[in-house]
């Protein structure tokens, strides 16, 4: 049968002599129609797997990062669009990007196809709306694959197809899931022949109509609508583990049109993955994050300091995207961990509005040298117009701080009231210049670390301080520039998720301190300390009052427009207090 495949593909003319000739056998082996149609060698843990996504109705492949789950998604929505003439096929993932991926394979394996498999396609089309690839069929209808941009379901809500792949389903809203994108398989691929086999079925004896149905579900499993989920694992507070655990059932009871495949890494054959990225990711990732990105574990929660659940609950239902510059004249506070050029430069951007720390933008960026920081510093002042600066005084800092004194173009004198590091005397010589007054140097001593991390998580659980949804683009853009820089901060908001979930609180032997890292040494946590020194400035110089030092947990809210708590009856206010003079960005309280 090889030899006989193998002839007719190079000697016939079109797909369609092809398919007339061999389609039964490759939709019995979908893995030997990859390899002849697109040149696509698929490895021996692939290989089931591309199986069962043909031959099951509902699957979940849970993978390690790096074991190819979306480039399987795309050639197994290339290869069903072939041998299932007629199909509708949506990718959906929690992002734009996501989607656009798996499309974005799929056109490379095109490419690299047969001749006469790239003349089957009629357009590669690219919208705002969707991107879409279509198929031509000589004696009936195409097939049809597209990707879409999920943003809050309304856009793609009514939408049908017969296949969904759907790409890490745990970052999708459990609303969107199953009011908007299960719904979209609801119609049989032929409604009317299902109805017509219903009800020769149901004029069957009891016994026949059981041995009818049983025939049914093994064809629905191989040519009925079906979803296909590939992700890796994640918490089991999550809503997909609940589904993961009825998939399990499922399949043990002997259900066929259930699968369940779960491939950690150590499964993976030796060659496939760059061992390289492997290991660096295990020297530096926290252990929850490797444990369920690379070995498919789903985990009840961590039992760091900030646990993983309280730290997702903050960008649940927050309302609000990342920015790249300021709206309106609401109050930006800018956070600066610097670093050596071996090292990450990171910074935080918190929004003060409605009564709530904002985290707006974030990014870390490994390289700069001193001058690179603070032109950077500068950019950023440009797009947002910070009320106020905080800087790491130590990894590089003070040079920093030195590096923004000698540009006299705009130069950021101490502000009044914080100590200043250098000395009295240094502020006074800087009088000179015009600045905004607006940098704080923060030292990192013991106390103020432990007084800055459980202020932090006060803040957290009291939900003072949030973080951005992550996007769900309603359209794909026209222009990438924007939307790539806004996807690259929402990356950012994940890693820095990432290292607050992963960082331990240990007391200090003999010292009779607390000290608050990752538990692994080359760790990364950059985003963290920026967000740490971000939160405690916003609190202590917006939030806090007259709040002690000693009793930093005694937050104070804003349920209601003010509440009082200042010295002599002063007013607090988001802003600060009342009867005391502050420029913040246009606004004069």
Known sequence: MGIEIFTDIYNKGSLANVL????????????????????????????????????????????????????????????????????????????????????????????GAKPFVKDSISRFYR???????????????????????IGDGTKIRGARYFVILCDEPPHIPKDIHDMVIVPMTAVHINPAKRVREMARIKKLS???????????????????????????????????????????????????RYCVWEIPYQDVPDGFMNMETLNYSLATSPAAVFAMEYQCKWLADTDGFFPASLVESLQEKSGYNVIL????????????????????????VIEIRDGVMKVVYADSIKGLTIPDMVAEIHKLDRDFGFSLITIDAGGGGNAVYDTLYTNEMDPWCEWEGISNPK????????????????????????DWIEKANFSLKSSMEKRLILLPEPIRATAFPTSSSGVIAEEKVDVNIKTLKEQLISIEMHHTAGKGTLSFKP??????????????????????????????????????????????????GEVITPFGIADREFNFGGYNG
Not at 127 to 149: F, Q
């Open 20 to 111: 007339s000739k061999h389609i039964g056998f490759y939709r019995r082996h979908p893995d030997i129609a990859a390899y002849d149609l697109f040149n696509y060698d698929l490895v021996v843990h692939q290989r089931p797997v591309f199986r069962d996504m043909h031959m099951k109705q509902f699957v979940i492949d849970l993978e390690t990062r790096g074991g190819s789950k979306t480039s399987k998604m795309a050639l197994f929505g290339l290869t069903r669009g072939i041998l299932y003439p007629g199909q509708r096929i949506g990718i959906i993932g929690p992002s734009f990007r996501q989607a656009k991926n798996v499309f974005d394979y799929a056109e490379t394996m095109v490419e």
């Open 127 to 149: 919208g705002t709306d969707s991107h879409k690839v279509e198929w031509r069929n000589e004696v009936g209808p195409g097939s049809m694959m597209e990707a879409l941009p």
């Open 206 to 256: 009891p016994e026949d109509q059981e041995k009818a149905k049983h025939q049914m579900a093994i064809v629905d499993a191989v040519s009925g609508n079906k979803l296909i989920y590939c992700t890796t694992a994640y918490y089991q507070w999550n809503w997909f583990y609940d589904l993961y655990k009825v998939y399990i059932e499922k399949q043990s009871q002997g259900d066929m």
């Open 325 to 348: 510059r300021s709206k309106r004249d609401h109050v930006y506070i800018l956070a600066v961990d610097p670093a050596s050029r071996i090292d990450y430069f990171a910074v935080i």
């Open 423 to 446: 000395g009295k005397d240094h502020n006074i010589k800087l009088g000179r210049f015009k600045g905004k007054k607006i940098l704080v140097m923060t030292d990192f001593s013991s």
């Open 519 to 568: 538990p692994k040494k080359n760790a990364h946590d950059d985003l963290y300390v920026a967000m740490l020194m971000a939160h405690k400035v916003a609190f202590d110089e917006y939030f806090s009052g007259s709040t002690s030092d000693a009793d930093i947990e005694n937050t104070v809210g804003f349920s209601e427009e003010f509440s009082y708590g200042g010295e002599d």
